[in-house]
Structures are given as structure tokens and as C-alpha cells.
């Protein structure tokens, strides 16, 4: 079963911007708060941005720089992310805020490798 599917990730240098999106399996979106997360090698994964009822949250290292944003027409999330940094390189995954266990494990997608470098 896959809920989420990350796309839109690649190689950028520093400065540099890139859209992900993440195409959600039926009323996910619309039904819980849901987040960007990343996972950089050699560390855990780390909740970046989360959507709210009445608005969005961002960890400090990204505020200001990355927007998430979603169409629930097209069951799709979306991170925009300017003025990208080496520390940004990690793989980035979208889930629910928890993330959705089923049969009592975390349901992650493939996610989707971003690196920033010159």
C-alpha cells in the first residue's frame, strides 16, 4: 500500500531553489496535519515543516527559505525550497504529523534525494 510519493528532487547549488511534491492517496491531505520531514545521512529524521488547521510551522534552520503548501484538488503536497544550503542535502519524505502507522510501523514513501552542491 503507498500512501505517499515524493518527486522533484535533484542536484542544485547553494543559492539555488527546488518545488517537491508528494501525490497523497485519497482524503490524507484534507484529513490530517501533515509535514515535510528529512532525513540526512548519519541522522535521524527530522520533522522541517508541518501544516496546521490555521497555519504552518517550520524548524528555525529553514524558516524564511522553505513554504509548504498544498491542492487538495490534486491530493498533492508541495515544498518550496529557495536559497538552499549544503546542510539541506538529505533525503526528503512527506507523511501525516504523527507519522502514519499501519500494522504498527511507520509508513514512509521512497522519498526524494535532494543535494546541494557546487
Known amino acids: 500500500q503507498v500512501l505517499f510519493v515524493e518527486s522533484g528532487g535533484g542536484l542544485v547549488q547553494p543559492g539555488g531553489s527546488l518545488r517537491l511534491s508528494c501525490s497523497a492517496s485519497?482524503?490524507?491531505?484534507?484529513?490530517?496535519?501533515m509535514g515535510w520531514y528529512r532525513q540526512a545521512p548519519g541522522t535521524e529524521r527530522e520533522l522541517v515543516a508541518r501544516r496546521f488547521i490555521d497555519g504552518t510551522w517550520y524548524t528555525e534552520a529553514v524558516k524564511g527559505r522553505f513554504t509548504l503548501s498544498r491542492d487538495l484538488a490534486k491530493n498533492t503536497l508541495y515544498l518550496q525550497m529557495d536559497s538552499l544550503k549544503p546542510e539541506d542535502t538529505a533525503i526528503y519524505y512527506c507523511n501525516t504529523v504523527p507519522p502514519t502507522r499501519i500494522m504498527g510501523r511507520e509508513h514512509w514513501g521512497q522519498g526524494t534525494q535532494v543535494t546541494v552542491s557546487s
Open positions: 485519497g482524503r490524507i491531505l484534507g484529513n490530517n496535519v
